[in-house]
């Protein structure tokens, strides 16, 4: 989650960036102040120790035991193959009615045009059927050759389908956890980053609600690929925090995460523009983050191609000024903009947009300028000797001379927000428990048993 808007990062490894959704943006659901309203997604009620829980939790006593979210698989699809693997049906949900009977593991073939959807050629008479299983409860269903815990909503979408798995929550989760973190990581670990997958679940309901769904399975959300993306790790991880949610005035809280923090994480009025209580800077052990240290090498033209591309025709570069509005680094050491002046003009960015533009890891990253190999050597050395964060530099002129190279030098990858998973992983590592973990990188938050 990092544009203005939902700004879609580049996927990097299985560690992601988590929540491209960002708390204020136009992608967030439209009514924010009613956030704390109840969850809108469908209820399983299936606990009757349900209400006893809530009240512990301080959540209204017709809160759920679980919850069932709707996660959209594909949008805009003119014919979607779908099975189960028990004898099944596909109904009518608005009347109940049978559409077609299907033994286990039988293809279905759900096509649509604008009178409406089919299945194996023969008109449905309606704009969404469902997957029922036939007889007991069970079973998996599969679509684009990928199994799926609960059922498959096909739903008309003009001539296309928008194809919806309604799962319970921690099903979901079994199939994102490990997406997100490396499942061979400690359990601690996997016990934070479930939790804050879970609340991060809860924060997103009805993101998608436009096309039917609460979430999509893509990193724009949480990535999701269903039974595929599962390991045993993660699973326990997920059921043993089952429930729990980290809560702000008992509503799920906007619970970023990313992958290393370069040393100190960052406010979020930094990064998205609004103040979150619990998004505070923090210190944490980044040290055996493999993005601990990182550099990227550009020569002035290529630094002005990537401006180009961005909008930015500055013409040749000529000089770069880190500190135009004398405005500082954020608190935790980022960049909060860079003047680039070329010989047609000049731009000022921001380091958020700076590294989407430039591809950098992370906004924590010093410029310099290096002119010759000599000159090189001594400054890598001068480079490995600092632990500390980056310094400002001061406006760096280029001279055009062959050769010549600009030099960004940073720490950590990702926006910096909330959880660390590098940081997470050196604190279990240490022995910290789940709950000491995310009360270290959220502010302030309460975790509790939510359904
Ligand atoms: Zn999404």
């Known amino acids: 989650m990092v544009l203005g808007i939902c700004l879609m990062l580049p996927v990097m490894t299985a560690v992601t960036e988590a929540s491209l959704i960002t708390p204020y943006s136009g992608m967030k659901p439209d009514k924010e102040s009613t956030a704390a309203d109840k969850p809108a997604m469908t209820v399983a009620a299936n606990s009757s120790n349900s209400s006893k829980e809530n009240s512990k939790a301080g959540v209204a006593e017709t809160e759920p035991a679980s919850y069932v979210i709707r996660v959209g698989l594909n949008t805009g699809v003119a014919r979607?193959?779908?099975?189960?693997?028990?004898?099944?049906?596909?109904?009518?949900?608005?009347?109940?009615?049978?559409?077609?009977?299907?033994?286990?593991?039988?293809?279905?073939?759900?096509?649509?045009?604008?009178?409406?959807?089919?299945?194996?050629g023969a008109s449905a008479g309606c704009d969404e059927v469902?997957?029922?299983?036939?007889?007991k409860n069970d079973g998996l269903v599969s679509f684009n050759n990928t199994k799926y815990h609960g059922t498959l909503v096909f739903r008309r979408s003009g001539s296309y389908i928008n194809v919806i798995n309604e799962v319970d929550l921690d099903d979901y989760l079994k199939g994102v956890v490990p997406s997100e973190m490396n499942q061979a990581w400690p359990a601690e670990a996997l016990k934070a980053q479930s939790v804050a997958a879970r609340t991060f679940a809860l924060y997103s309901r009805n993101q998608h609600i436009s096309d039917g769904y609460d979430v999509c399975n893509t990193?724009?959300?949480?990535?999701?690929?269903?039974?595929?993306?599962?390991?045993?790790?993660?699973?326990?991880?997920?059921?043993?925090?089952?429930?729990?949610?980290?809560?702000?005035?008992?509503?799920?809280?906007?619970?970023?995460?990313?992958?290393?923090?370069?040393?100190?994480?960052?406010?979020?009025?930094?990064?998205?523009?609004?103040?979150?209580?619990?998004?505070?800077?923090?210190?944490?052990?980044?040290?055996?983050?493999?993005?601990?240290?990182?550099?990227?090498?550009?020569?002035?033209?290529?630094?002005?191609?990537?401006?180009v591309s961005a909008g930015y025709r500055i013409g040749p570069l000529k000089s770069i000024n880190m500190d135009p509005g004398k405005k500082g680094r954020s608190e935790s050491g980022r960049v909060v903009e860079v003047l680039f002046k070329g010989t047609d003009g000049t731009a000022i960015v921001d380091g958020v947009k700076l590294r989407s533009i430039f591809g950098l890891k992370s906004t924590m990253f010093s410029i310099r300028v290096q002119r010759s190999a000599v000159n090189s050597k001594e400054s890598l050395a001068n480079s490995r000797n600092g632990k500390s964060m980056p310094t400002a530099a001061s406006s760096l002129q280029l001279t055009g001379a062959e050769g010549e190279l600009v030099i960004l030098e940073g720490h950590g990858f990702g926006h910096g927000l909330g959880m660390a998973q590098y940081g997470a992983k050196a604190m279990a590592d240490k022995g910290a428990k789940w709950q000491d973990i995310l009360n270290h990188y959220y502010t302030d938050i309460v975790i509790s048993k939510y359904y």
């Open 130 to 135: 469902r997957l029922v299983p036939a007889r």
């Open 219 to 307: 990193i724009h959300c949480q990535y999701y690929e269903g039974l595929k993306g599962e390991a045993d790790t993660a699973t326990a991880a997920v059921l043993e925090t089952k429930g729990y949610v980290m809560t702000k005035d008992t509503r799920p809280i906007c619970a970023a995460f990313h992958s290393s923090s370069g040393g100190m994480t960052e406010n979020s009025e930094n990064v998205w523009g609004r103040y979150q209580p619990y998004l505070r800077s923090v210190a944490d052990d980044d040290s055996e983050s493999p993005y601990h240290d990182w550099r990227v090498t550009a020569s002035a033209n290529e630094i002005e191609k990537m401006l």
């Open 80 to 120: 979607a193959d779908a099975s189960m693997s028990t004898a099944y049906r596909i109904i009518n949900p608005a009347n109940g009615k049978v559409v077609a009977e299907l033994e286990a593991n039988e293809l279905a073939q759900i096509s649509a045009d604008l009178s409406g959807l089919a299945v194996n």
